[in-house]
């Protein structure tokens, strides 16, 4: 905790002095612990969510909240689909119980539907009417992040519309450089819930903590590769019961790997949010993007975002199961009809893109 006041003391006298001073002035060990801190904010997509395995949505939102507080975390960004608001299921007040808890909204869309399964003018319709619900409320930031984070897959007309239609409406891309399918768990949590099996709630726990930790150390060495420094990351997370259950405990590991929680807003003015990669498809995070387009060579994905690792490490350590044999052709079609065509955690279109 002290060195951790220490290094924002420092954060905030090299922000202050570097303008004025310049950097000759500037104490050179200082910025070398500024440029070696980790920063992330943390999101969540998807708002309002159905319910998981152990929530209603009213405890998982109060859940979530007191989690986010008790472990600091001052502002989070909350995604939300406003087509999925009901008039009086409640909605509203759960997504306002967020702001008042100090965290803000954005736009991940009116209907969550993919770009990959509609024409570009559809797309920016479904923007504005989500745009449109959004603005009014408090909390609201110019923030677009796109459903399953698909920019149009491999056509390259139809996402350059779709940014060209955001820049022109003042958005940003909500775009994420920390990702480890966290919704993949929580799927899995929910089928196995259902079907009445048996879950071990501290191998659930511990893989959750450990994928996600594990997907932003990813992103970060990948990253520092790719532009030479650690950036202000983002993760991207859904509003589910395991976030509600074990946020906490998140936060407190990733401080342990030397992290630092920043807010959603002090995270988007990291320049590389303003970066646009030029890549063949685009359908992941930010950091894959950039690497590839950089040309960095080596695994790009964090590989738990692929379906057969992170189901077999769920069926082995929290189910207690040998994972079932499926297979590969069938991997293939079941992620290519989730993601409506190729997409990067599919098996196949990973053994391409290698
Ligand atoms: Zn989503």
């Not at 200082?30 to 405890?59: H, M, N, V």
């Not at 906490?248 to 303003?274: F, S």
């Amino acid at each position: 905790m002290i060195a951790r006041q220490a290094l924002l003391a420092v954060a905030m006298l090299v922000g202050v002095i570097l303008p004025i001073g310049g950097a000759v002035d500037a104490p050179q060990p200082a910025l070398k612990a500024l440029e070696s801190q980790k920063s992330i904010a943390l999101s969540f997509d998807d708002i309002p969510r159905a319910p998981g395995a152990f929530y209603t949505r009213e405890e998982r939102t109060e859940r979530l909240i007191a989690a986010l507080r008790a472990a600091g975390v001052e502002q989070a960004a909350f995604f939300v689909n406003p087509g999925r608001v009901g008039t009086k299921d409640g909605s509203l007040e759960l997504i306002e119980a967020y702001v008042t808890a100090g965290h803000v909204l954005a736009d991940h869309s009116f209907s969550h539907r993919s770009l990959g399964a509609m024409p570009a003018s559809d797309f920016l319709v479904d923007i504005d009417k989500a745009e449109a619900w959004l603005k009014p409320q408090r909390g609201y930031r110019p923030w677009f992040r796109f459903p399953g984070l698909n920019q149009g897959g491999l056509d390259q007309v139809k996402r350059r519309t779709v940014l060209d239609g955001l820049k022109a409406r003042g958005l940003l891309v909500g775009a994420v450089t920390v990702d480890g399918s966290d919704w993949y768990l929580e799927r899995l949590t929910l089928d196995a819930a259902k079907a009445g099996k048996s879950i071990d709630e501290d191998a659930l726990h511990d893989l959750y903590i450990e994928t996600m930790v594990q997907s932003a150390e990813f992103s970060d060495r990948l990253m520092r590769k790719t532009i030479g420094r650690s950036p202000a990351h983002m993760m991207l997370l859904h509003e589910t019961d395991l976030a509600a259950r074990y946020i906490g405990d998140l936060v407190e590991a990733l401080r342990n790997k030397g992290w630092r929680i920043v807010t959603a807003d002090a995270a988007y003015r990291d320049p590389i949010y303003q970066v646009e990669p030029n890549v063949p498809t685009s359908n992941g995070t930010l950091s894959e993007a950039m690497a590839w387009e950089k040309g960095i060579t080596g695994p790009r994905w964090y590989d738990r975002n692929d379906a057969r690792i992170a189901g077999a490490l769920f069926n082995e350590r929290v189910m207690h199961q040998p994972p079932a044999a499926v297979a590969l052709t069938d991997l293939h079609r079941q992620c290519r009809v989730r993601h409506r065509g190729p997409h990067r955690t599919c098996p196949d279109f990973v053994a391409k893109a290698a």
